[in-house]
């Protein structure tokens, strides 16, 4: 099993639960690696069943049985949306602490083991469930400091989640050799369009 819509950006994987985040925001199409993962309720069933399975993996739990609807359907593809643009805004000027102006809802449980251990466990059936567990694993992500180094790549065309692995946290594209090159080529031919005239 693997992030098989993260994999094909050949993007860093953020992680532990993390990437269940990245690879929801991936599922998007491209021109240049592949197609749209929640086109309809066939693939997007296929998509959510592998990625709740390999997010239990990931996290040692048992994987949920999840069964989408189209409206379901519907709920992944706002889900999708809201979160890559929570991504878009730059990790330094994300805001920081408790959301004042609650807009989403999701419920998850608080559950303990006997050394005490706190977890958060997903509440929900289909695409309620993923997005608890989205949810969950974001405000993990902010309360660890990991939730600042999932961006979206700048290349337009590109767009897909990675996990800036860089030591001052400034990477701009998943892939420096594809989508830096393409942008850098970009400016290029700007800069030499600009002295020409």
Not at 1 to 10: D, H, I, L, N
Not at 13 to 23: F, S
Request: charged share 25%; hydrophobic share 40%; glycine share 8%.
């Amino acid at each position: 099993m693997s992030w098989v819509a993260t994999e094909r950006f050949g993007a860093r994987t953020a992680p532990a639960g993390l990437a269940l985040v990245q690879e929801l925001v991936n599922t998007h199409a491209t021109e240049r690696d592949g197609e749209e993962l929640l086109l309809d309720y066939p693939s997007a069933q296929r998509w959510l069943q592998n990625a709740a399975r390999q997010w239990a993996d990931v996290r040692g739990l048992t994987a949920p049985d999840l069964v989408l609807d189209e409206a379901g359907l519907r709920d992944l593809l706002e889900l999708r949306s809201t979160v890559a643009g929570l991504l878009a805004v730059p990790a330094d000027q994300r805001p920081e602490g408790v959301p004042v102006d609650i807009q989403v809802h999701a419920r998850a449980n608080l559950v303990a083991d006997a050394e005490g251990r706190v977890g958060i466990e997903p509440e929900g059936t289909g695409s309620s469930w993923l997005a608890s567990a989205v949810w969950s694993e974001i405000l993990r992500a902010q309360l660890t400091g990991t939730w600042a180094r999932l961006k979206l790549c700048r290349e337009p065309g590109c767009r897909s989640a990675f996990y800036d692995t860089s030591r001052n946290h400034s990477g701009l594209w998943h892939d420096v050799h594809s989508c830096g090159n393409i942008n850098n080529l970009r400016a290029s031919r700007s800069r030499k369009k600009r002295s020409a005239q």
